[in-house]
């Protein structure tokens, strides 16, 4: 069964830090694209991030440049968001997602596979 599984999310004041981990099952993570996505309340799912398969070429949502940071292992089977100088605009439920393009505009038709989410909350 293919499956992606998101790991790492609390909460946390502003200011703070979070990494988020997406481990995938039943099939092998080098030959996609890995793109991280979230969804706050009352308001659509949008792209943050993405990583091109060999890990060389990144895009990111202006929302997010200079503070979250996108990378992958692909020997582990795994992908990391690790977010740093959190506000309390990045409280949302984050996906992970496996895809094949990791384009400037990070749509999510572009991605395949998902997992579950993970809730960040980001409060003081």
């Known amino acids: 069964q293919l499956q992606l599984v998101d790991s790492g999310g609390g909460s946390v004041q502003p200011g703070g830090s979070l990494r988020l981990a997406c481990a995938a099952s039943?099939?092998?993570?080098?030959?996609?694209?890995i793109g991280w996505f979230r969804q706050a309340p009352g308001k659509e799912r949008e792209g943050v991030i993405c990583?091109?398969?060999?890990?060389?070429?990144?895009n990111y949502a202006d929302s997010v440049k200079g503070r979250f940071t996108i990378s992958r292992d692909n020997a582990k089977n795994m992908a990391y968001l690790q977010m740093n100088s959190l506000k309390p605009e990045d409280t949302a439920v984050y996906y992970c997602a496996a895809g094949y393009y990791c384009s400037g505009y990070i749509r999510e038709y572009e991605y395949n596979y998902w997992g579950q989410g993970a809730q960040v909350t980001v409060s003081s």
């Open positions: 990583i091109t398969s060999s890990g060389g070429g990144t």
């Open positions: 039943g099939f092998s993570l080098d030959s996609y694209v």
